[in-house]
């Protein structure tokens, strides 16, 4: 199991111009959906703190 936190940083990683930790959010969101070897989700969090979340991959056997 692979869980990643913080994936979601406002929807920073949405932005097509995004460079750094947003692009490479992007980048491991893209690869954990797209892998033949994983099932995974991203789950958004929302509280007065802000707008974020975390991914869950369970490798495939």
């Known amino acids: ?3 990643v936190d913080n994936v ?3 929807g920073a990683f949405l932005d097509p111009e995004a460079s750094g930790d947003a692009l490479a959010i ?4 893209e690869f954990l959906g797209s892998s033949a070897s994983f099932d995974a989700t991203a789950v958004q ?3 007065s ?3 974020d979340g975390f991914a869950i991959a ?3 056997s």
């Open 1 to 3: 199991m692979v869980v």
């Open 8 to 10: 979601i940083w406002e």
């Open 26 to 29: 992007r980048q491991t969101l």
């Open 45 to 47: 969090t929302a509280s």
């Open 49 to 51: 703190k802000g707008w």
């Open 58 to 60: 369970v490798m495939r």
